[in-house]
């Protein structure tokens, strides 16, 4: 009978950690606004992932360098941040031409050995494709299969941007070589279409994005959706500007909590981020944000605002392995269970806070609040599987893994 229980157990757990993944935080950090010092500004404990925009090669493949890059990869790697080159971006810069050669069927083997070397030689940990609209056509589905043999071999990430204005370009067979997919939903409108003011990155756009792309095949451990740190400001039919959203709370008291200011400038504040944090939690398993510069500082930033939504419950103090809980102040009996948890609490002057969630970070269940040296939480309707109890108590927080039998 004991045999029989620790098989059950350990393919609960086997399967629900291949199941889950971490939530990624993919942040852009551009290569033209103070590069490499514009690093210095990133708050790597909040990211998972660092993508360098952008690099584009020249006619004979070889790519952007960028002085300082290797010091950034090594600050990013020191936080466990992995870091990637992105590819294209929205401006080219002339060498589209490039592009079409070196992903040929003559040329894309050769041109995908020197993207290799580039990655070895500045330690990154993979490349992002950036390639917008028809720049390389009906190259693009073997393009992704050539870098991907030549990068993966090693271990290294092979990611992409897209965008629904050109997802004819991307074919679903691609998503196969694809480490994950972020979707850039934002830029719905701008100074190129003056004539039609207004948000350019409404959260009905995240949902239709998110809808649109699942529909066509792209699994939701791929994919990631993009949010912007910036706005788009309509003075009149012929000009636009874009403002960085730290910009906008600096000139603007109360600009973090609206979504628009001074009547003419469209943008992203703290509420709808987090309601798009959420809704990349539910549908997709990561987010990617356009570009860490712009962001605010301290209590109106919106990388703190992405990072409270995906943490709720806030960061571990403490990670505890599966089995009875019992410290100084809290105990949690019995682990494994088939749904009664007990909670008993020491110190009756201790606020506690209970939140139950998923391994990939969702909440499986509302938080509560422990009123009373003993508590019982019936978690009988959860599906089997293993979750975290997140307790926080005296400004601390303890996790523990629980296994629901």
């Known amino acids: 009978m004991r045999h029989i229980y620790t098989c059950i157990l350990f393919f609960i757990v086997l399967s629900i950690q291949q199941a889950s993944?971490?939530?990624?935080?993919?942040?852009?950090?551009n290569t033209?606004?103070?590069?490499?010092?514009?690093?210095?500004?990133?708050?790597?404990?909040?990211?998972t992932h660092l993508n360098i925009a952008f690099a584009n090669p020249d006619s004979k493949g070889n790519l952007t360098t960028f002085q300082g890059l290797s010091q950034v990869v090594k600050s990013a790697h020191a936080n466990n941040v992995k870091v990637s080159m992105s590819l294209g971006g929205a401006d080219l810069g002339g060498t589209e031409?490039?592009?079409?050669?070196?992903?040929?069927?003559?040329?894309?083997?050769?041109?995908?050995?020197?993207?290799?070397?580039?990655?070895?030689?500045?330690?990154?940990?993979?490349?992002?494709?950036?390639?917008?609209?028809?720049?390389?056509?009906?190259?693009?589905?073997?393009?992704?299969?050539?870098?991907?043999?030549?990068?993966?071999?090693?271990?290294?990430l092979v990611t992409a941007a897209v965008a629904t204005w050109f997802a004819d370009q991307i074919p679903a067979s691609s998503f196969h070589y694809?480490?994950?997919?972020?979707?850039?939903?934002?830029?719905?409108?701008?100074?190129?279409?003056?004539?039609?003011?207004?948000?350019?990155?409404?959260?009905?756009?995240?949902?239709?994005?998110?809808?649109f792309w699942a529909a066509k095949g792209l699994p939701k451990n791929k994919t990631g959706l993009g949010v912007p740190f910036y706005g788009w400001g309509f003075y009149n039919k012929a000009s636009g500007?874009?403002?960085?959203?730290?910009?906008?709370?600096?000139?603007?008291?109360?600009?973090?909590?609206?979504?628009?200011?001074?009547?003419?400038?469209?943008y992203n504040g703290i509420p709808t981020i987090t309601k798009k944090t959420r809704l990349a939690k539910q549908k997709a398993s990561g987010i990617m944000i356009w570009q860490l510069t712009e962001d605010a500082a301290g209590k109106k930033s919106l990388l703190n605002a992405i990072n409270e939504t995906v943490n709720n419950c806030g960061a571990s103090a403490q990670l505890n392995t599966i089995g009875s809980f019992n410290n100084n102040s809290i105990t949690i009996t019995p682990n494994p269970t088939h749904g009664i948890l007990h909670l008993g609490i020491k110190n009756n002057s201790v606020n506690?806070?209970?939140?139950?969630?998923?391994?990939?970070?969702?909440?499986?269940?509302?938080?509560?609040?422990?009123?009373?040296?003993?508590?019982?939480?019936?978690?009988?309707?959860?599906?089997?599987?293993?979750?975290?109890?997140?307790?926080?108590?005296d400004k601390k927080v303890v996790t523990q893994k629980i296994v629901k039998l």
């Open 178 to 211: 694809f480490d994950f997919v972020n979707i850039m939903s934002y830029d719905a409108t701008g100074p190129w279409d003056p004539e039609h003011p207004g948000p350019h990155s409404p959260f009905s756009m995240a949902v239709s994005d998110l809808d």
């Open 21 to 29: 993944a971490q939530f990624r935080i993919v942040g852009y950090l």
């Open 352 to 393: 506690v806070r209970i939140c139950i969630k998923t391994l990939d970070g969702r909440e499986a269940m509302p938080s509560l609040i422990l009123t009373s040296s003993a508590q019982t939480i019936n978690i009988s309707t959860l599906p089997a599987g293993i979750y975290m109890v997140n307790i926080l108590f």
């Open 97 to 156: 031409t490039n592009w079409k050669v070196l992903t040929s069927r003559e040329h894309v083997h050769a041109f995908c050995k020197k993207l290799l070397a580039y990655v070895l030689a500045y330690n990154l940990d993979g490349l992002d494709v950036d390639l917008e609209g028809n720049i390389i056509g009906k190259n693009y589905g073997s393009f992704i299969q050539a870098l991907s043999s030549a990068l993966k071999p090693k271990g290294k």
């Open 241 to 266: 500007n874009e403002y960085a959203y730290g910009d906008l709370v600096k000139q603007y008291p109360g600009a973090e909590n609206r979504n628009k200011i001074a009547d003419t400038i469209y």
């Open 32 to 47: 033209w606004d103070d590069f490499p010092d514009n690093a210095q500004t990133i708050d790597f404990a909040k990211i």
